[in-house]
């Protein structure tokens, strides 16, 4: 699917998995070169970044972070940077530029153009996708300060789940955005000899806005680190708990079992058996065995 957006002599093409006659379409009306015009119609499992004759071709992949949804760990966008147009394709719906799209019809409408070039246009979507990344992040803090109500609400061990699925989420987001940073420094002199010296300023722009999402992942994955060896050590600690009850236990009916097993013992001269109230006596000794060595345990402080 192919959507045109104009302001003034700037134009936008955002291509939704691109068919190949609308990429031939483009290449006859923008003059792209035929190997980007190629690598438009398939996704690419790397990020790239190059001139190609008078356009900037950059392909960078953006991480997801909702859980509980079907979707792939990282979302592609492929960018044409020309001095009069820009082109973006993507191979499925991506929400930040959804939203950036109906805020660039809305400012064409009343008259308020903000970008000269497809540069500027660039860097304003770059930088609303960040936005839109670090808001997301606001969302997994969120997750986190609910995981953390439920640890200490007795919960740990699904918690243990929960857990690992965050940290797979924030491995996939950095394993995404990593090659971000050295993206946009390799940009910097290709964009100054292709869109002009001025345009430095909105890469910086643009890099502020990624170190503040990086930041932010790095601070999440902080807390999730704080969180892990939090719940381990309350469950290792109910772990204890319960083995050290059930060894109590264990030593508790331990003289019990004896007891109950020398009586039981099919012997001709057996104490106490066959006399009156022989049972209850057996019964009666063995509580009185059992209190004391719960006595005895509580005494050292083991349960």
Same mark, same amino acid.
């Given at each position: 699917? !192919?959507?045109?957006?104009?302001?003034?002599?700037?134009?936008?093409?955002?291509?939704?998995?691109?068919?190949? $006659?609308?990429?031939? *379409?483009?290449?006859?009306?923008? *003059? +792209?070169?035929?190997?980007?015009?190629?690598?438009?119609?398939?996704?690419?499992?790397? &990020?790239?970044?190059?001139?190609?004759?008078?356009?900037?071709? #950059?392909?960078?992949?953006?991480?997801? !972070? /909702?859980? $509980?949804?079907?979707?792939?760990?990282?979302?592609?966008?492929?960018?044409?940077?020309?001095?009069?147009?820009? +082109?973006?394709?993507?191979?499925?719906? +991506?929400?930040?530029?959804?939203?950036?799209?109906?805020?660039?019809?809305?400012?064409?409408? +009343?008259?308020?153009?903000?970008?000269?070039?497809?540069?500027?246009?660039?860097?304003?979507?770059?930088?609303?996708?960040?936005?839109?990344?670090?808001?997301?992040? %606001?969302?997994?803090?969120?997750?986190?300060?609910?995981?953390?109500?439920?640890?200490?609400?007795? *919960?740990?061990?699904?918690?243990?789940?929960?857990? &690992?699925?965050?940290?797979?989420?924030?491995?996939?987001?950095?394993?995404?955005?990593?090659?971000?940073?050295?993206?946009?420094?390799?940009?910097?002199?290709?964009?100054?000899?292709?869109?002009?010296?001025?345009?430095?300023?909105?890469? /910086?722009?643009?890099?502020?806005?990624?170190?503040?999402?990086?930041?932010?992942?790095?601070?999440?994955?902080?807390?999730?680190?704080?969180?892990?060896?939090?719940?381990?050590?309350?469950?290792?600690?109910?772990?204890? %708990?319960?083995?050290?009850?059930?060894? #109590? !236990?264990?030593?508790?009916?331990?003289?019990?079992?004896?007891?109950?097993?020398?009586?039981?013992?099919?012997?001709?001269?057996?104490?106490?058996?066959?006399?009156?109230?022989?049972?209850?006596?057996?019964?009666? $000794?063995?509580?009185?065995?059992? !209190?004391?060595?719960?006595?005895?345990?509580?005494?050292?402080?083991?349960?």
């Amino acid at each position: 699917m !192919l959507t045109r957006y104009q302001e003034r002599d700037l134009t936008w093409i955002d291509l939704v998995a691109p068919t190949p $006659g609308e990429v031939r *379409d483009l290449m006859q009306e923008f *003059d +792209i070169e035929p190997k980007v015009a190629q690598e438009l119609l398939s996704t690419s499992y790397k &990020s790239k970044m190059e001139r190609v004759g008078e356009t900037l071709y #950059v392909i960078f992949h953006f991480p997801t !972070l /909702r859980l $509980g949804l079907n979707r792939r760990p990282e979302q592609e966008v492929d960018f044409i940077i020309g001095k009069k147009f820009l +082109i973006t394709t993507r191979y499925e719906n +991506i929400d930040p530029l959804h939203s950036f799209a109906r805020a660039f019809e809305a400012r064409t409408l +009343i008259g308020h153009p903000n970008h000269s070039h497809g540069g500027h246009l660039f860097a304003a979507m770059i930088g609303s996708i960040y936005r839109s990344l670090d808001s997301e992040c %606001e969302l997994m803090h969120e997750r986190l300060e609910e995981i953390e109500a439920r640890i200490f609400k007795g *919960d740990e061990r699904r918690m243990v789940f929960e857990l &690992s699925a965050v940290a797979r989420v924030l491995y996939d987001f950095r394993r995404a955005i990593a090659p971000h940073k050295e993206m946009l420094s390799s940009m910097e002199p290709l964009a100054h000899r292709l869109l002009g010296p001025e345009y430095s300023y909105h890469l /910086r722009e643009v890099e502020g806005a990624r170190a503040r999402v990086e930041r932010t992942v790095e601070s999440l994955r902080d807390s999730l680190s704080e969180l892990r060896a939090t719940n381990d050590s309350l469950l290792n600690t109910k772990q204890n %708990e319960i083995m050290k009850t059930f060894t #109590v !236990l264990a030593f508790t009916f331990l003289p019990l079992s004896f007891i109950a097993g020398l009586f039981g013992m099919n012997t001709v001269n057996n104490p106490i058996a066959g006399s009156a109230y022989d049972f209850w006596i057996l019964v009666g $000794g063995m509580c009185i065995i059992a !209190l004391c060595c719960i006595g005895y345990f509580k005494h050292k402080d083991w349960i």
